[in-house]
């Protein structure tokens, strides 16, 4: 019964920003974890960050540390995606999902439940 909707996706221009958004229901997570991933064309689903439920915990990916920022509303359940200085490698399929493992979860495949995803295009 969760469901994860992202929305916020757009085309944006190299060194403009976006915030994406991510809706969760059905359930509050007291324990676990949220991450953003994100998919290119012929490209691996890539992990992007992560904030863990109970101690606000960040981890962010190597490729966009410094310019992305994750970030919970929790009495409203909604996790965020700030997005700045984008760039064109930065054009991909971006998904939000949740983990019931506490730690550090950088592998999509360790992810339960997930959203269906927004698309961002950064042109050049």
């Known amino acids: 019964q969760v469901q994860l909707v992202e929305s916020g996706g757009g085309l944006v221009q190299t060194g403009g920003s976006l915030r994406l958004s991510c809706a969760v229901s059905?359930?509050?997570?007291?324990?676990?974890?949220m991450g953003w991933f994100r998919q290119a064309p012929g490209k691996e689903r890539e992990f992007v960050a992560f904030?863990?439920?109970?101690?606000?915990?960040?981890y962010y990916s190597e490729s966009v540390k410094g310019r992305f920022a994750i970030s919970r509303d929790g009495p409203k359940n909604t996790y965020y995606l700030e997005m700045n200085s984008l760039k064109p490698d930065d054009t991909a399929v971006y998904y939000c999902?949740?983990?019931?493992?506490?730690?550090?979860?950088?592998?999509?495949?360790?992810?339960?439940?997930w959203g269906q995803g927004t698309q961002v295009i950064v042109s050049s």
């Open positions: 904030i863990r439920f109970n101690d606000d915990i960040t």
């Open positions: 059905g359930r509050t997570f007291s324990s676990g974890t």
């Open positions: 999902a949740v983990s019931l493992v506490f730690g550090r979860v950088t592998t999509w495949r360790d992810y339960m439940y």
